[in-house]
């Protein structure tokens, strides 16, 4: 069974700086690969997915991602942080069936992201 | 295009009572999901629908927790009896199909605590 691992369970950045969210993910076959955010009392967000090719990917917001299968990881990147970014980033790895589709995502515990002014 | 619609967005019931959540995905939308996010913790799948039919439930308690789908587009997540730990945030979600990659759209979820 697929599983993901997002290491650090809170994260503080200043405002400006610049951002790494980590994860990593176990699967047999190549991952399809997402990252989502969640803000106070709000659903979640698709901030971007890999799915095949480049590995690095580019997403709303000014995210991106990279993924690198040596590493089994596909980290979260964001040059400058703002004050409106601080929420709860979960990290996700969408499982196939031998159809073809897929069997819905299973997600990290999430890494909570503090902005320090 | 309007988005995935839950209600209710809260409920608070003691223990053994029940609950009923309710899920309207996005039109055209084959695919819904029930994902149960407990504080502190990523979603986790409950069951998942394409159409009118379960793909997999195979993480629904089914002892307490039952949902449909009965016409293919709204669907009911109900908790009889509910427990302590069934306090969480109940997602619905949905997607166009089950296609790789196909972008999974969430609503807000209904936040229940049990008491």
């Known amino acids: 069974a697929q599983s993901v691992t997002q290491p650090d369970i809170h994260i503080t950045v200043s405002e400006g700086a610049s951002l790494e969210l980590r994860c990593n993910y176990s699967?047999?076959?190549?991952?399809?690969l997402f990252w989502y955010v969640q803000s106070p009392g709000q659903g979640l967000q698709l901030l971007l997915k890999y799915f095949s090719g480049d590995t690095l990917v580019q997403g709303i917001k000014g995210f991106e991602a990279e993924f690198k299968r040596s590493q089994s990881s596909f980290n979260l990147r964001k040059p400058s942080v703002h004050w409106s970014d601080a929420a709860e980033y979960f990290c996700?790895?969408?499982?196939?069936?031998?159809?073809?589709?897929?069997?819905?995502?299973?997600f990290g515990k999430g890494t909570h992201l503090i902005i320090q002014p | 295009e309007a988005g995935v619609a839950q209600s209710p967005r809260y409920k608070i019931i003691e223990k053994r009572q029940s609950v009923a959540f309710w899920c309207n995905p996005i039109s055209g939308h084959a695919t819904l999901y029930w994902y149960q996010q407990i504080l502190g913790q990523g979603p986790k799948l409950l069951i998942q629908f394409q159409n009118n039919g379960v793909v997999d439930d195979s993480q629904l308690p089914k002892d307490r927790f039952s949902a449909e789908r009965l016409k293919g587009v709204d669907s009911t997540l109900k908790i009889q009896p509910a427990k302590l730990e069934d306090s969480a945030v109940y997602l619905c979600?949905?997607?166009?199909?089950?296609?790789?990659?196909?972008?999974?759209?969430f609503g807000e979820g209904s936040w229940l605590t049990v008491v």
């Open positions: 996700a790895v969408e499982a196939m069936y031998s159809g073809g589709g897929a069997d819905g995502l299973t």
């Open positions: 979600a949905s997607s166009r199909n089950r296609g790789a990659g196909d972008t999974i759209y």
């Open positions: 699967y047999g076959a190549t991952p399809y």
